[in-house]
């Protein structure tokens, strides 16, 4: 194993996130590096409205949950932890983007993120962690698609909407 080569993955359970874990964990045998899965999470509300009114048991309920989804994500995506490799998991209170750059800061790190839509409404309000974590990371990034059966699964998802729609006309 590389003295302190690290893969760094943003995890948040979706899709696209278990496509880039998938990627991730190739990418940390390939290098014989130490798989870093990141998942940031924030107060239901935000920030903002949590310094207005602190509850520090949901805060931790919160947290639980957050650890929660990233073991999830693993049993999704492989069963379990994946074989043969080093896997030292964070769940960092924050912003996924720069939580993810601010983890991936050593030069010799591989910060691996998904794209690929997410809804309009999100994107207004959280900005879009791939375009934060390119135009930002000091190390190299490596930016996974949607896999094509994710692809083929919404484009068939739309057309079974679409007929619907044209029954219950």
């Known amino acids: 194993m590389s003295d302190g080569a690290r893969v760094i993955v943003g995890v948040?359970?979706?899709?696209?996130?278990?496509?880039?874990l998938h990627r991730a964990v190739d990418e940390a045998r390939t290098r014989g590096a130490v798989l870093v899965p990141v998942l940031a999470?924030?107060?239901?509300?935000?920030?903002?409205n949590y310094r207005?009114?602190?509850c520090p048991p949901l805060l931790r309920t919160w947290e639980a949950a957050a650890?929660?989804?990233?073991?999830?994500?693993?049993?999704?995506?492989?069963?379990?932890?994946?074989?043969?490799?080093?896997?030292?998991p964070l769940v960092v209170r924050?912003?996924?983007g720069p939580v993810l750059v601010q983890v991936a800061d050593r030069p010799d790190d591989l910060l691996v993120i998904s794209t690929g839509r997410q809804g309009g409404?999100?994107?207004?309000?959280?900005?879009?962690?791939?375009?934060y974590c390119l135009a930002r990371a000091t190390c190299p990034v490596v930016a996974v698609p949607p896999s094509t059966l994710h692809t083929e699964l919404?484009?068939?998802?739309?057309?079974?909407?679409?007929r619907e729609l044209s029954h219950a006309a």
């Open 12 to 20: 948040s359970g979706s899709l696209n996130s278990l496509t880039a």
């Open 41 to 48: 999470w924030s107060p239901v509300g935000g920030e903002f």
């Open 52 to 54: 207005a009114r602190p």
């Open 67 to 88: 650890r929660e989804r990233l073991e999830r994500a693993f049993q999704d995506a492989f069963g379990g932890l994946p074989v043969g490799v080093r896997v030292e």
């Open 94 to 96: 924050g912003e996924a």
């Open 121 to 131: 409404l999100r994107r207004l309000l959280h900005g879009s962690v791939s375009r």
């Open 154 to 162: 919404r484009r068939v998802a739309r057309i079974t909407d679409l």
